[in-house]
Nanobody
Framework: QVQLVESGGGLVQAGGSLRLSCAASGRTFRSSVMGWFRQAPGRKREFVAAIRSSGSGGSTYYADSVKGRFTISRDNAKNTVYLQMNSLKPEDTAVYYC????????????????????WGQGTQVTVSS
């Protein structure tokens, strides 16, 4: 079984920055895509960003709402993915979840929650105005 543990959430003022981390552990970790989703109160979980492993091309993907402000990166040696969040806005307030796929071949888009087989418990990010 694979475990994902997020860290780095907290309270920040609008315009500030936070860096989220997600460490994967467990059985041999062969994920090809890791991503971040978020869920605000009363809203559906939404895609934020995703990154392929270097062996799968290393491509990154972003939701339009975070492009230019958030950066996803991955340290394959540490099985860790990061989300650097700059110029934060109150509308970024949500619980942020890390996700990883199983590495199996699939045509499901990386922006879709059902692409992912493993999920972390989430970390709260609150941006005050």
């Amino acid at each position: 079984q694979v475990q994902l543990v997020e860290s780095g959430g907290g309270l920040v003022q609008a315009g500030g920055s936070l860096r989220l981390s997600c460490a994967a552990s467990g059985r041999t970790f062969r994920s090809s895509v890791m991503g971040w989703f978020r869920q605000a109160p009363g809203r559906k979980r939404e895609f934020v960003a995703a990154i392929r492993s270097s062996g799968s091309g290393g491509s990154t993907y972003y939701a339009d709402s975070v492009k230019g402000r958030f950066t996803i990166s991955r340290d394959n040696a540490k099985n860790t993915v990061y989300l650097q969040m700059n110029s934060l806005k109150p509308e970024d307030t949500a619980v942020y979840y890390c996700a990883a796929d199983s590495g199996e071949a699939t045509i499901v888009a990386v922006t879709t929650a059902r692409r992912y087989d493993y999920w972390g418990q989430g970390t709260q990010v609150t941006v005050s105005s």
